[in-house]
Structures are given as C-alpha cells and as structure tokens.
C-alpha cells in the first residue's frame, strides 16, 4: 500500500497530512508531542484496504505550519476543522495519541456532528491540581543556544520518555522534538490549559480507551474508567507512548473491532 503525503490550505497556513484511500467513513488519527502523522504509518498499513485513513502533523509539528503566540486547544480544534473542510471529511472516527486525544474531544466537544466515535490511546486525564502543576512545569520554552545544550536536553527527554526500546524509534521522536521547538512548547501549553475531565463529561459519542500497559498514564486510565463508565476500555501490550508504532496490529484490531460492534449496534 502506498501512503500519500499532501498538504491542505487553510487560511493560517498548509497542514501536512498522510493518506490511504477507502471507502466508507474516513479514520483521522492526531499524534502526540512530539511526534508527527510518520508515527501512525504503521497502524495506517494493518488497517489498509478498509476506510479511508488521515494522518495530520498537527500545527507546530512535521511538516505542517508553525503556529504564532500560545495557542489553545481551540484553535487547534479549528484548524482541523478547517482541514476537514477542504478534504470534504464531513463526519470521522477520531484515533488520537496523547495529545492527539485533548485535540479529538475539542473536535467532538465543538463540533459533535463531525465526530461519530472517538478512540484514545494514552490519556492525561489529569485532576485539576495535578494539570496545574503540570501547565507549571512547562511554562519554559527550552530555547536553542550556542553550546548545544538543548540538543542534548531534548534527546534526554526522549530517551527518558521512551526507555530501552528500538533506537531508531528514539531517533525517529527525537527528530520530531528537535523540529517543535515551539510547537512542542505551544502544544504542551494547551494541554495543561485544557480541564479534559470537565471537557469530556459533554461528549456524547461512542469512546473506546486504549493504553499499554507500560504507558506512562497508565494510573490515569483506570481513572477515567472509573469516572466515565461508558467508554469501553482496553488494555494492550508494552508500547508505551509509543504503542500505535510498537504495537500497531493490537491498535489497529481493538479499533476494528470496536468500529464493527458500532456498525452492528446501529443497523
């Protein structure tokens, strides 16, 4: 299968997205901080043949446009808004990773008739002292200077976030951080801006909830579990942050067959 690599226009700028065709309802999958659309190849080729398939590099990210000021997740959720727009997505399934996640319940929270499931792998479902802290800890951009020291504070953070696993992977996100120096900064902003328990609770559309079992939010999603008994839960294998790369079959199958059930439960 070949994937497609395009860009749309939109009126703040282009957004860089990858494609595989389909048919039926498209699948848009939204990235962490601070990865890219390269991140769902894997799951985007064990779900090929099926429903169409987008990956965007979210403003700031990739190879899509640098967003000026702070942004917020509003704004985020207007530029894929205006992507879906031009791509004629009227309504989609919603994957997203991490902070793909905070992007897909703004999407659904503002503009419900678009999203018709949401699937979420890896969740910062942070009470409101534990976001504030955390909204505090990232205020600082970390800035390049002349010694290099944010090089290697970055590939610090990487190798810390993603542990003893393929080094090309770790090479692959540390590639993307060092391409966000800002729109990792601005992301991160957002998300600790953003009350996601609050946001959620209006959300009305099927969820399924998916973590590995080594996620570094895995005390978050038993959690959230609790809190909001009709989402439908799964746990997967390792993977970390990382599991739509790592574990891209277990995504791709526990998204499938949650899309049938849906299908089976609405005919």
Known sequence: MTIIKAYVDIPEGQIHYRHAPGNGQPIVFLHRTPSSSL??????????????????????????????????????????????????????????????????????????????????????????????AFRDRIRAPLAPDGEGAYARETWKMVAGLLGEIDPLLIHQEFMGAMNSITGRHQAFSAVGDQDLPTALAKVHCPILALTARDDMFRDKFDVLLGDVPTITGKVLGAGGICSPERDAGANAEALGAFLSNLDRTTK
């Open 39 to 132: 991140s769902f190849e894997p799951m985007m080729r064990a779900l090929a043949g099926g429903r169409p398939l987008y990956a965007f590099d979210t403003p700031g990210f990739g190879q899509s446009f640098t967003p000026p000021d702070m942004p917020s997740m509003a704004d985020y959720g207007n530029w894929m808004k205006g992507a879906f727009d031009v791509l004629e997505i009227e309504t989609c399934v919603i994957f997203g990773n991490h902070t793909g996640v905070h992007i897909a319940v703004e999407l659904a929270l503002s503009s419900p008739h678009r999203v018709s499931a949401l699937i979420f792998n890896g969740i910062a479902y942070y009470a409101t002292e534990e976001r504030l």
